[in-house]
């Protein structure tokens, strides 16, 4: 649960709010996002980055996470860079404000004009995937009147993560080049050619959910020996270095969030090591948390429509959302617990499947979760739901997407308006 939930007369509040209360007004499928918790962890990662490696460091949020123009705002307030991997999400950052030399942008499969349309606008640093994005940047950047500055994405070949599709540090994943086969070394070498491009790092992300401190260890190491092999043959030099993100929360009751001063320290000390090694002075170190920063900070609320009952099996409950504002069950087997608002302690009975309302048998949200008895119209509420749902919402079956409400002591504040049927038809002609 958020950090500042909190059972107040038998009933569910966060940050001091009344969720029944913004459900009336806001309706549901809603989802709330807790300013504190948010700010609490971002401060964690900074105040635990700088004991470990100094004030060489910068962290940017991966918005894939979840990005609207208040999300933008709110982190840029807490002194964070932001991650986009489109176009889209750059024109977010744009629209909120956010000072573009603070942006990166990433992507395997990055159109040319969203490549432009960054170089464009500016943006701090593009994390080149592959040759022929690097080529591509190269001849377009040549004819510009300052370089881009660009990082090259590494497939260490090393991988880690909870599930098959959040594991991308193989060196046959898509993404990045493998180091290995030469791909690695040319990059540095096309790269120090072009004219236009200013290559000053290395960057690796091998996954997400992610507690494996030896694979990142590892992975910190190969990148470091290849810069230094880099730095002995064309005389470059590595200034900054990202290890992505992808630290573990919990979801469940029984499960372990990945610790974020062990990670600081991991990833601090590794590089240290690293750097001493080699004789390498120690680069700016960035690092892209995305679901850890605001996964916990996410509820969210559904109405509980109706009930069915099961010969030989858990009975179903049906609510109000489901697989198209939280795609994470049906597509990853994700798992998820939940809580009536108005009866977060009462005693459960047997276990039940929370349906989701979707025209697919693959969307249950919960598996099984035990719950009190619930009426049909109370209101259910699902934690550690703030990371990849609504930024892989979908408007399936002609849903409109939920609203976000940030709550912030005592402040409910929509930031993300509720689709409506209007927005369903605004694009067809
Ligand atoms: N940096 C890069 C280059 C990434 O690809 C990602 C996530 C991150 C940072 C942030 O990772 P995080 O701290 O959020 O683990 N939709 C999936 C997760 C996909 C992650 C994609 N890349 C899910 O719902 O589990």
Redesign the pocket.
Known sequence: WPISASVVHERLQIASCDLAALAAEYGTPLYLLDAETIRTIAMRYSAALRHAYGSNVSI?Y?S??LLNVGVARLVHSLGLGL?V?SGGELAIAQRAGMPLDHVHL?GNGTPPAELAQAVEAGIGRI?VDNLDQLKWLADYCAKRPTPQTILL?IAPDVTA???A??R?GAASAK?GMPLDDGTAAEAVRLALQAPGLNLVGL?A?I????RDWAALREMIGRLLAFADQQRRERSWLLTEF?P?????VAYMPNEQAGDIETYANTIANAVRLGCERYQIPLPRLII??????V?RAGVALYSVTGHKTVVGGSDYLHIDGGMGDN??PS??N?QYTAALVARPCAPPIAPVQLAGRFCESGDVLIREVALPAAEVGELVAVPVAG???L??ASAYNGVPRPALVLLDRGQAMLIQRRETYADLMARDI
Do not use: C, N, W
């Open positions: 940017h991966a894939k996470a991650d991997v990433h994390v994405r993560g909870a599930h599709h959040i991308t993404f960057h992300h996954g997400s959910q992610m990202s992505g993100g992808g630290l573990a892209e948390p995305g679901r850890s920063l996964a795609l994470r597509l990853y994700a990371a990849y749902t930024s892989m």
